[in-house]
């Protein structure tokens, strides 16, 4: 029997780097639209859909409302930046494009697209599957085991990065991939301004919970610890207590799980074309329908998709791009 295998993809941490890999020399169609995140975040998609040939796929997004985190620290992502115009006016283009891919697209409101995934990871091994959640936001290793595995997307030429049990224990010297909560919680997430203890950095807080094994055991035990990191954890045990439960994904969403609505049954082909001749994808259009017939493939065939969206050393191939010549360029 085939293996099972779901793909879980974090829509805005892969948008947001790929609208930032190509940032330095951004798209732009005719009309002025600045499409390199939609580019990049297709560019990704369909890499995977040719490479990973996932029997099960869904992208999940974040709610933009505020969640349960909000609710118990007022501060939680406070200090982040707006969202990037460029990026918030390729949204709708990028969920159009999911759309004729058939992948559903998951969100809930009051929870996080991490939130999600974790959930749908967790209930998806249970029946069976490989799951595969794709991102590159280093909290997910908290959720890997031996069916559920984070898939780094390829970058700068070199292939994508699968990380395990193994590869995360020995990233963070730690026993279980979970103990990844504890070290967040000390170490703290600038991204989502999430404190941790003051003074207590990455490879500190590994060592730490490498030792004592969790926030709670560290703080029953810190009358072994000596000068300011005694003192600190001592007097910010309770602020370490809270971010640990701030950099918990949660296991427990609403969100319903029924394998058959992941199942990828290949893209809406004439969609596709109709939204890649809009935003002047003509190259992109080229490669990806270059060996699929012009009706919707069935079940059966999606697998038969082949080809990809960059050349021989791992680029990304863009429309109408001149060779670029350094002698031709004058610096500001």
Wanted: glycine share 6%; hydrophobic share 40%.
């Amino acid at each position: 029997m085939p293996t099972k295998k779901l793909f879980l993809l974090d829509a805005m941490a892969l948008i947001y780097r790929a609208y930032f890999a190509l940032n330095r020399n951004p798209r732009i169609s005719s009309k002025g639209v600045n499409t390199s995140a939609i580019l990049g975040f297709t560019n990704t998609l369909y890499d995977i859909l040719s490479h990973e040939s996932p029997s099960h796929i869904g992208v999940a997004f974040d709610s933009f409302a505020p969640t349960v985190r909000h609710e118990a620290y007022a501060d939680y992502k406070a200090t982040r930046e707006s969202i990037p115009e460029d990026i918030a006016t390729s949204l709708p283009w990028i969920r159009q494009i999911i759309d004729a891919f058939n992948i559903p697209i998951l969100e809930m409101i009051g929870f996080e697209a991490d939130d999600i995934i974790g959930t749908l990871a967790k209930k998806a091994e249970k029946d069976g599957f490989q799951v595969f959640m794709m991102t590159p936001d280093k909290d997910f290793g908290q959720l890997v085991s031996e069916n559920i595995k984070i898939y780094k997307p390829a970058r700068s030429g070199n292939d994508a990065e699968i990380l395990g049990v193994e590869e995360i224990c020995k990233k963070y010297s730690i026993q279980r991939p979970e103990q990844l909560i504890d070290i967040l919680g000390l170490w703290g997430d600038a991204s989502d301004n999430i404190p941790g203890i003051p003074g207590i950095g990455e490879k500190t807080a590994a060592k730490l919970i490498s030792k004592y094994g969790s926030v709670e055991a560290l703080i029953e035990n810190s009358s072994e610890l000596t000068g300011k990191q005694k003192e600190n954890i001592e007097k910010f045990k309770d602020q370490g207590i809270m971010s640990k439960e701030l950099a918990t994904i949660l296991l427990d969403v609403p969100v319903p799980w029924d394998e058959e609505d992941l199942t990828y049954t290949g893209p809406d082909i004439q969609r596709l074309k109709e939204l890649f001749d809009e935003l002047e994808f003509r190259t992109l259009a080229k490669r990806l329908f270059s060996n699929m017939q012009e009706a919707r493939p069935s079940k059966s065939d999606s697998k038969e998709i082949q080809g990809s969206l960059f050349d021989e050393k791992g680029e990304v191939m863009l429309d109408n791009k001149e060779t670029f010549n350094p002698e031709n360029v004058k610096y500001i």
